[in-house]
């Protein structure tokens, strides 16, 4: 959840002020010519972190062009006790319902503006069933596609290794300025982006990401 414009998810109830360490794997920026109408990211899940502690996430997401609303698909840690994630798509002040997703589902997120109803879908799915399901931020366009870890409250371990497959963002129209070149941030692996239409979508490799904490 970023800065002020955090999405607050109901499994996420902590409070911005709250929020302890986030670290943006990717962080890839629009610059005018062209901007966000779809993305997706599909997560695989890990183990959950041990010690189970603090609220460990894990998300994808899409600053829009105001940068007074942020889309979100936040999978978090469960209470201690349990052997499962919580998973929701949402928005600020919108949120999706959260379901719960074991280690080794997978838990894709889909964005797209809707040119009918210029609201943005976002949709959630476990294991290539639908969960969760918000549409929200009206005649809004994706600036900031990002994946990140973060550590919303308490005193989080480490975010377990972990990696996400079929990450795809579709523009506007083409700008091939968008690609990016050499390594991601944090220490992950993979993620060679190629456009098969000459820079309007934008398909990555799968993205490794090493265990570490978020800073």
């Known amino acids: 959840m970023k800065?002020?414009?955090?999405?607050?998810?109901?499994?996420?109830?902590?409070?911005?002020?709250?929020?302890?360490?986030?670290?943006?794997?990717v962080s890839l920026h629009t610059n005018g010519v062209a901007y966000i109408q779809e993305a997706s990211a599909t997560v695989v899940l890990p183990e959950l972190p041990s010690p189970l502690s603090g609220d460990v996430a894990i998300w994808s997401a899409i600053m829009m062009n105001n940068q007074a609303s942020f889309l979100q698909g936040?999978?978090?840690?469960?209470?201690?006790?349990?052997?499962?994630?919580?998973?929701?798509?949402?928005?600020?002040?919108?949120?999706?319902?959260?379901v719960e997703a074991s280690p080794g589902s997978t838990v894709k997120t889909h964005y797209k503006l809707n040119k009918g109803?210029?609201?943005?879908?976002?949709?959630?799915?476990?294991?290539?069933?639908?969960?969760?399901?918000v549409s929200t931020s009206k005649g809004q366009t994706g600036e900031i596609f990002y994946i990140s870890i973060e550590c919303a409250s308490g005193n989080c371990p480490?975010?377990?290794?972990?990696?996400?497959t079929n990450v795809s963002i579709v523009l506007s129209n083409a700008d091939e300025s968008f690609k990016h070149a050499g390594s991601w941030a944090h220490g992950a692996s993979g993620g060679a982006v190629s456009s098969p239409d000459g820079g309007r979508t934008w398909n990555f490799d799968t993205i490794n990401v090493p265990a570490q904490k978020a800073e």
Do not use: C, M
Request: charged share 10%; aromatic share 8%; glycine share 6%.
């Open 117 to 133: 109803t210029r609201l943005w879908d976002q949709n959630v799915y476990v294991d290539g069933k639908l969960v969760s399901s």
């Open 74 to 98: 936040v999978t978090s840690s469960s209470p201690s006790g349990t052997d499962s994630f919580f998973v929701a798509a949402g928005s600020d002040p919108t949120v999706g319902e959260p």
């Open 158 to 164: 480490d975010h377990p290794a972990h990696s996400w």
């Open 3 to 25: 800065g002020s414009h955090a999405t607050v998810s109901a499994f996420l109830s902590t409070a911005i002020s709250l929020i302890q360490a986030n670290s943006d794997i």
